[in-house]
């Protein structure tokens, strides 16, 4: 079964992508490029927990969430 998701923030920084997508079951993951030289640094994941995010991506979650997702996305991160 598909996970829902409650949030997403795209970002792109000097032409390098910084996504991040939380899910219903509190995953957050992060898609995002490290270097322009090289074929190796683009299209990059991880998958993390709010735990682990700094209070800079929390807010831009918080920010991106939908009005019906606000509370829950302060529960999987924490805030």
């Not at 074929?39 to 991880?46: I, L, V």
Request: glycine share 10%; charged share 30%; net charge negative.
């Amino acid at each position: 079964m598909e996970k829902r998701l409650i949030a997403k923030s795209h970002r792109c920084v000097g032409g390098l992508d910084d996504d991040y997508n939380l899910y219903e079951d509190g995953t957050v993951v992060h898609d995002y490029d490290t270097h322009h030289i090289g074929g190796n640094g683009y299209n990059k994941r991880s998958e993390l927990r709010g735990s682990e995010l700094n209070n800079n991506v929390k807010q831009r979650l918080l920010c991106a969430a939908e009005e019906a997702n606000i509370e829950l996305t302060r529960k999987l991160l924490g805030l």
